[in-house]
């Protein structure tokens, strides 16, 4: 309770110093909540953990958790060429250094070689310091190019839920923190190579990142505190699902658009989730010269040449955020 309340002070105390205006508000459309949420039996399954994945409210809120013994994940039952991934998600509180959640789209069991992933990361917290939520993708196997960018919150992410979600589709992929947009990687000639493309699986998993999660690797999982417990409820999955019969990658998926029209949002092909509106780009802007302190593209000293796409606008960079 007394790290709640200095929890709840110490994010007053950020809001009357940067202002109201500092905090992201979400920019119509909003896309979460829109599609059915999915009951965990009707659309996941165990990946590993066994009893440290737990069902709760018919399915529909799902703890995950990590003991001295496992981690454990679940994942969709189905394959998605392109779509609309979200979920509310809450993460372990105290103390959980070392400890990483994960919310991501990934065909690593299937194309071993060349795999696609798109990621949210949450990497492990220690009271006192800033939450960091680092986004990732990779395409094709393009693993040597690490193309992290990561975020400070404007909320304490356990203290409730908060949703994340993800847009991926044949213009761009869109990285979203309670509807407001805070990254877009576009489909262009200079990420063609490395853009995913393939079918992925949606994921959640729990697990040990000692070895890099938290100050460098400098402070490991301490599992005294265990079990560090991450809960997910409100599971949208909308989009292009794989049939396994049908051509392969390569060929069109999807002939003719995704037949979902709820609400007259297609999460393929719909003009909501293939171009940010003006006020959803301004809201990524905000959000990203406040909270935004690493981006790949700003870091020199990793890369000696850039990788193409951080020609793409992404120089405008103020180097602050590499801070």
């Known amino acids: 309770m007394a790290y709640f309340w200095r929890s709840l002070l110490l994010q007053l105390v950020l809001l009357s110093f940067l202002g109201v205006a500092a905090v992201p508000q979400a920019a119509p459309p909003r896309l979460s909540w829109v599609f059915r949420h999915i009951a965990f039996a009707d659309g996941f399954v165990d990946v590993y953990g066994g009893e440290n994945v737990q069902k709760l409210r018919n399915g529909m809120l799902v703890n995950i958790s990590l003991t001295r013994s496992s981690g454990s994940g679940f994942k969709s039952r189905a394959d998605y060429y392109y779509g609309f991934f979200s979920a509310g998600i809450k993460l372990?509180?105290?103390?959980?250094?070392?400890?990483?959640?994960?919310?991501?789209?990934?065909?690593?069991?299937?194309?071993?070689r060349n795999h696609d992933e798109i990621d949210f990361e949450f990497l492990g917290h220690i009271e006192g310091d800033e939450w960091v939520l680092q986004t990732n993708l990779y395409g094709n196997g393009s693993v040597g190019t690490g193309r992290e960018e990561r975020f400070h919150f404007w909320f304490d992410p356990a203290a409730t839920f908060h949703e994340y979600s993800i847009i991926w589709n044949h213009r761009h992929i869109v990285f979203l923190v309670d509807d407001v947009p805070v990254r877009e990687v576009n489909?262009?000639?200079?990420?063609?190579?490395?853009?995913?493309?393939?079918?992925?699986?949606?994921?959640?998993?729990?697990w040990d990142g000692s070895a890099w999660a938290t100050r460098g690797g400098t402070r490991p999982v301490d599992y005294a505190y265990a079990p560090f417990v991450a809960s997910f409820a409100a599971l949208e999955m909308e989009g292009c699902a794989w049939n396994r019969t049908a051509p392969g990658p390569g060929e069109p998926p999807c002939p003719g658009g995704v037949p979902v029209q709820r609400l007259g949002l297609r999460p393929v092909d719909g003009r909501d989730f293939v171009e940010l509106s003006p006020p959803q780009r301004a809201a990524m802007e905000r959000a990203r010269g406040r909270f935004m302190f690493y981006s790949y593209c700003r870091d020199g000293a990793r890369y000696s040449v850039m990788p193409p796409e951080c020609g793409e606008g992404k120089r405008r960079l103020s180097s602050r955020h590499n801070k």
């Open 92 to 112: 372990p509180v105290n103390y959980s250094a070392g400890v990483v959640v994960a919310f991501y789209l990934s065909n690593a069991e299937v194309f071993s």
């Open 187 to 206: 489909h262009s000639a200079a990420m063609a190579g490395a853009f995913p493309g393939k079918p992925m699986s949606l994921y959640a998993t729990i």
